[in-house]
């Protein structure tokens, strides 16, 4: 969910600030759980992007598991589930929304699309959770399409005026939209988006063959009330809206679909004529989880340094066992503020996470 945006730039960064102090409160209580993963083969049929799922590329592929609640900590009341194809013109989504009322009221492009039930993708093609995307749609298959530097946590900026050029969606309603009469079975969402969404001007489009980005889908789902036969959220009594369910692919393990390093792994194969390629999480890729648990640390002013000890005149942690290889990493301060990093040993690359939260990797 892009978090509680408005079109006054003024109200934009106030609402950052708060969304700032509120991931702060929250730090210390996240735990990394391994994220989700999900092998999107590529196919040669073409596909008619019509909110259906006829073609015998979309019948092959696999569901992904279904959404649970965005914390993970409990089932998600209604299922949700989705599936990824690719070629070498689009990446390809499918998803299936289960819930027994249809309802959707947003018409107007890049309004505010999570004020209704919606479905949400999250993508960051190079996972340094910096420079990523997010689309949405509610069930009018309006769409909320924009682009942003930084999570909300590192205040950058936002385009909310980026669009997927190219892009084509479709939605299936399995019932009747807005009838509070009946009872529906949900709806079917289709998108192809083409992978030139990330070419910068001039450049080269470059498909991730055999190579995964950070992925995620998100789900939010409202009560609501029934007015002259109209939906609406759900208000108390005191006249604020009900609080949304937010239900995902990949836990988030905080209500925040903003902190991409727990977004799920998308793996791009490339189909073999022997078998099916398969797709392990990188081992470096467990260390960068620890180093986001350690830069989300010492962004909470009540944990900061403690537990960094000075060992040959470095800030340093103590030695911690990742896939049964010890790591210690080092607390550099700069002008800047700070890096943590650490030498893999794995790849013997060194693994950077800078103040402003980006993650990078070296050749040493």
């Known amino acids: 969910m892009a978090q509680f945006q408005n079109k006054s730039l003024k109200t934009k960064k106030t609402v950052a600030v708060l969304l700032f102090l509120l991931y702060l409160g929250s730090i210390s209580l996240i735990a990394q759980k391994t994220p989700q993963t999900y092998i999107a083969n590529n196919i040669i049929e073409t596909l008619i992007i019509d909110g259906k799922m006829d073609e015998s590329s979309w019948q092959n592929a ?41 309802w959707a009221t947003l018409k107007q492009k890049d309004t505010i699309i999570f004020y209704n039930n919606d479905f949400e993708i999250f993508i960051d093609p190079d996972g340094d959770t910096h420079n990523y995307y997010e689309l949405e749609l509610n069930a009018f298959n309006t769409i909320w399409d924009l682009f942003l530097s930084k999570p909300y946590r590192n205040n950058g900026y936002i385009l909310d005026g980026w669009d997927f050029k190219g892009i084509k969606s479709a939605i299936q309603v399995n019932g009747t939209l807005n009838n509070a009469s009946d009872i529906d079975e949900g709806w079917t969402v289709e998108i192809a988006i083409p992978w030139s969404f990330t070419t910068e001007p001039g450049g080269t489009t470059k498909v991730p063959e055999n190579e995964f980005w950070r992925i995620n889908f ?101 030695p911690i066992s990742i896939l049964n290889k010890s790591i210690s990493p080092v607390l550099e301060k700069n002008n800047f503020g700070f890096d943590i990093w650490v030498k893999s040993p794995f790849t013997n690359k060194k693994l950077v996470l800078h103040n402003d939260g980006k993650f990078e990797t070296y050749n040493d």
């Open 62 to 102: 696999k569901w992904s598991n279904k959404f649970i609640d965005i914390e993970g900590s409990k089932s998600a009341t209604y299922e949700t589930k989705v599936k990824m194809l690719w070629d070498d013109t689009n990446l390809y989504f499918f998803a299936e929304i289960k819930e027994p009322h249809v």
């Open 218 to 318: 998100s789900r939010v789902n409202w009560s609501f009330d029934i007015e002259n036969e109209k939906y609406s959220r759900k208000k108390d009594a005191s006249g604020k809206f009900m609080p949304e369910n937010n239900w995902v692919w990949s836990p988030q393990g905080v209500i925040n679909m903003h902190e991409p390093e727990h977004w799920g792994y998308v793996y791009f194969a490339k189909n073999s004529k022997t078998k099916l390629p398969d797709f392990t999480i990188p081992e470096d890729e467990h260390i960068k989880w620890y180093l986001y648990e350690l830069y989300r640390n010492l962004k909470n002013e009540e944990i900061g340094e403690k537990g960094w000890t000075t060992i040959d005149g470095q800030l340093q942690k103590e």
